[in-house]
Structures are given as structure tokens and as C-alpha cells.
């Protein structure tokens, strides 16, 4: 079994445990929250051995094999070297970092730290849908680009309408649309199409200074990817990929819940695969997969093309942030 210690007691994290559950492939060793409560309502609730409200504390003592960091994005890079550098692997909630340097950060502690695995959980890219969608896109002769929308409005943004700021709306901690909702199409492009040319973003702003939804356009070689992303609004638009008599279309860029396949006379293939008891279980069984057997060819080229993924995504994000001169504290050293 996985000894795994978490960060954060979110929403995300409850879903998180929930699915290391499902797996039976990890075990939940150690909780850490900055609060004793909140730390051991969790900890209790989800029957971990122990809670913490030290990290540094947790990573030395609860012998763990991985950490899974669900904390404000600015936060990400410190607490994933701080792992890295106790040779504890590392899951994270995406957006991984928040820029280039902090990528390259992770990356020279890896190559100090060969054993330890770094991975970044983005859900839409390791379901049974994507593969299918994968493959779809495989066989279409000719690729003429695509819409992805993924628009969810957030409770959080009535706090920012009332004044407030919550993390996941302010710069100070690396948030806003594009850093949240945002990552998972600007996965799947990169996923499906490779890393894009040049990039253009044109966010609209909030009241705290950060992008309350967007516009991204990824420019490819023979075709443009328009993404279109938000949490101030809802959307209930499917995305496209376009061939030339065929179209490709998908429920949400970010759930990827459904896949059709529609022809020229407009008939329709249904390509979805059987819904999932948990939207995170396919990740943490990949993770499972090669920390369990990190020796395997195939364990390892998937990682390692995951990896290559991630640092894709954190270059694509950072483009798209710099073309609307759209910068967070934590770029001032770049």
C-alpha cells in the first residue's frame, strides 16, 4: 500500500481520499491543515492514522510515500520541494506552480532526487473519455481546430461581489479563471494537439484584480484552438474538434463526461465510456501505477509523457498570462 499524507481539507481533497479509497492502493498515514480542528475533524472523518499542523513535521514523521498538495496555488512550489527534498513523491492540484521558474525549480530538485515522482492532477487527461477522445482525434484525416468551453460559475464569486477575496480570485495567491477552470482545456489542446505556437488571452477582470473568466486562443501551425473559460457565468455549450467531414464533440472540456462522434450526414456515434464511481479514480490509480512499479517500460514512458505534459501546460499558461500583462507577486522574480 500507498503511505500518502494530504494538504488541505477542501472539497477537492474529500474527493481525493475518496477515490484513494475506491483504489485500494494507498493508504491515508497523516492529514495537515494550519488548524488542530480542522485538521483532526478531517483526519477522523476519512480514519487517517494521525493529523499535523506542522508540514515540515509531517514529512519527517509520518513516513510517507507521497504528498498530495490541495493547497492556494502560490503555496504549490514551496510544499512540493519541500517534499521533493525529503525524497517523498508529490501529487498536486493543478495548476502545479504558478510560472516557468517555479517549474524549473521542481524540475532541478527531481534531477536531484531521481527516485521521487512528481505528478499533476489533472483528472480530464487519465479518464477511460479521454483515451476514446485521444484515439478519435487519432484518426481523423484532416484537423481543422477546435472550441473548448468550460464555464462553472463559483459560490466564491458571490464573496467577491460582496466585497471579499477569497483566494481562488486573487493574484496574491496565484488565482483567478485561467489558473482554475482554464487548466483543464488548455490540458486536453495540449494533450491532444501538442504545445500551440503562439498564444493570445484576453481576460475579463474582477473586482480583485484577477481574470473572473476568459478568452484564449492557441495558434497551431494549420489550425487555431479557441478556449473559452470562466467561473463568473455558466456554460452549458459542448465542445468541438473539427476534422473535415467529421466533428468531434464532448460534453465539457473539464468533466469530459460525454463523447460524440458526428459524420457528414450528421449521424451520431456515441463514444462515451461507462460513467465513473469517482472523477479522480483513474488518476490515482495511474499515480498508484508507477510509484508501485516505477520500473516498468510502460509505467515509465507514461509518466514521463505526463510530466512532459505538465511542464507544457505551466509554459502555455504562463504565455497566455504574459500576453495580458497579467502577473501574480509570484513572477517577480522572473
Do not use: C
Not at 510560472?99 to 487519465?126: G, I, Q, T, Y
Amino acid at each position: 500500500m500507498i503511505r500518502i499524507g494530504t494538504v488541505g481539507t477542501n472539497w477537492i481533497t474529500q474527493q481525493l481520499v475518496e477515490a484513494l479509497a475506491l483504489s485500494h492502493q494507498y493508504t491515508l498515514a497523516a492529514v495537515y491543515s494550519r488548524h488542530s480542528e480542522t485538521a483532526q475533524a478531517f483526519a477522523t472523518k476519512n480514519h487517517a492514522e494521525t493529523s499535523y499542523t506542522d508540514y515540515q513535521e509531517m514529512l519527517q514523521t509520518a513516513n510517507l510515500d507521497v504528498v498530495y498538495i490541495a493547497s492556494p496555488n502560490s503555496l504549490h512550489v514551496e510544499q512540493a520541494l519541500a517534499a521533493i527534498q525529503q525524497d517523498i513523491s508529490v501529487i498536486v492540484e493543478k495548476p502545479a506552480v504558478s510560472n516557468s521558474n517555479e517549474m524549473a525549480a521542481v524540475m532541478a530538485a527531481l534531477a536531484k532526487h531521481p527516485n521521487v515522482r512528481f505528478f499533476e492532477a489533472a483528472r480530464n487527461v487519465h479518464t477511460p473519455n479521454f483515451l476514446t477522445l485521444q484515439q478519435a482525434v487519432a484518426e481523423l484525416p484532416t484537423l481543422q481546430g477546435a472550441s473548448l468551453t468550460y464555464m462553472k460559475y463559483s459560490s466564491r464569486y458571490d464573496q467577491v461581489l460582496a466585497g471579499q477575496r477569497p483566494n481562488v480570485f486573487t493574484k496574491e495567491f496565484s488565482g483567478g479563471a485561467l489558473q482554475d477552470l482554464g487548466v483543464y482545456p488548455i490540458y486536453l489542446a495540449v494533450a491532444l494537439f501538442g504545445q500551440p505556437a503562439n498564444v493570445s488571452y484576453f481576460p475579463t477582470l474582477i473586482a480583485t484584480g484577477a481574470d473572473g473568466k476568459g478568452l484564449a486562443v492557441l495558434r497551431y501551425g494549420d489550425f487555431d484552438v479557441t478556449v473559452n473559460f470562466g467561473k463568473t457565468s455558466n456554460s452549458y455549450s459542448w465542445s468541438e474538434i473539427y476534422g473535415l467531414k467529421e466533428t468531434l464533440s464532448l460534453d465539457s472540456a473539464g468533466e469530459l463526461t460525454q463523447v460524440r462522434r458526428y459524420a457528414d450526414d450528421g449521424q451520431e456515434t456515441d463514444l462515451t465510456q461507462p460513467a465513473l464511481e469517482n472523477p479522480m479514480l483513474p488518476e490515482v490509480q495511474d499515480f498508484a501505477r508507477v510509484l508501485l512499479n516505477p520500473e516498468d517500460p510502460q509505467n515509465m514512458g507514461d509518466y514521463r509523457r505526463w510530466l512532459r505534459w505538465s511542464q507544457q501546460v505551466n509554459q502555455v499558461l504562463y504565455a497566455l498570462r504574459v500576453t495580458a500583462n497579467l502577473r501574480f507577486p509570484a513572477d517577480e522574480n522572473d
